[in-house]
T-cell receptor, first 110, second 114 residues
């Protein structure tokens, strides 16, 4: 069963705007990770946030984690056409196995 | 250094045939994972290898699916008597054992069963 559920399933915005994607999960976690997938092939790791962290930044990416609400958000600022991809959250419960959500398909319109 | 590689990149097979998919992890990564991704869907965990420990096979959908790994190197995923519902992209990933457990993915094998 899926642990993480992304919201929205699809998002279309204009280049330059900010994109926000949300992830909710069901059980306690050790860490939560966000991945990007282009063209239905291999995933690329974007950022990892541990359960004792609330916010993390990496370049144009900002991730928040609210363990009381069992939710996380990924914000991409000043979006570019190259950001068009599917974005997945994945949760770890302490073991190395990750459980992935269904993903958000992000389209950046020029 | 080299990333995770998978072969073949595409495989078309007839229903009922067996297929073997290969994954070469990043050197030094002791953990190796197989996932299945159907069109437009998320990743479905299949199996996980960690060093010499018994693999976690909890995600294998049926006994037609099996996987092996030689030491801390190459892994093969075998699907016997393929069915049309096996059509998907099969992704392999590897990671370090010591954490923080981010996974590095290969490009995947797109399997089409006709």
């Amino acid at each position: 069963s899926q642990q993480g559920e992304e919201d929205p399933q699809a998002l279309s915005i204009q280049e330059g705007e900010n994109a926000t994607m949300n992830c909710s999960y069901k059980t306690s976690i050790n860490n939560l990770q966000w991945y990007r997938q282009n063209s239905g092939r291999g995933l690329v790791h974007l950022i990892l946030i541990r359960s004792n962290e609330r916010e993390k930044h990496s370049g144009r990416l900002r991730v928040t984690l609210d363990t009381s609400k069992k939710s996380s958000s990924l914000l991409i600022t000043a979006s570019r056409a190259a950001d068009t991809a599917s974005y997945f959250c994945a949760t770890s419960t302490g073991a190395q196995k990750l459980v992935f959500g269904q993903g958000t398909r992000l389209t950046i319109n020029p | 250094g080299a990333g995770v590689s998978q072969s073949p990149s595409n495989k078309v097979t007839e229903k009922g045939k067996d297929v073997e998919l290969r994954c070469d992890p990043i050197s030094g990564h002791t953990a190796l994972y197989w996932y299945r991704q159907r069109l437009g869907q998320g990743l479905e965990f299949l199996i996980y290898f960690q060093g010499n420990s018994a693999p976690d096979k909890s995600g294998l959908p049926s006994d037609r699916f099996s996987a092996e790994r030689t030491g801390e190197s190459v892994s093969t995923l075998t699907i016997q008597r393929t069915q049309q519902e096996d059509s998907a992209v099969y992704l392999c990933a590897s990671s370090l054992w010591t954490g923080p457990y981010e996974q590095y993915f290969g490009p995947g094998t797109r399997l089409t069963v006709t």
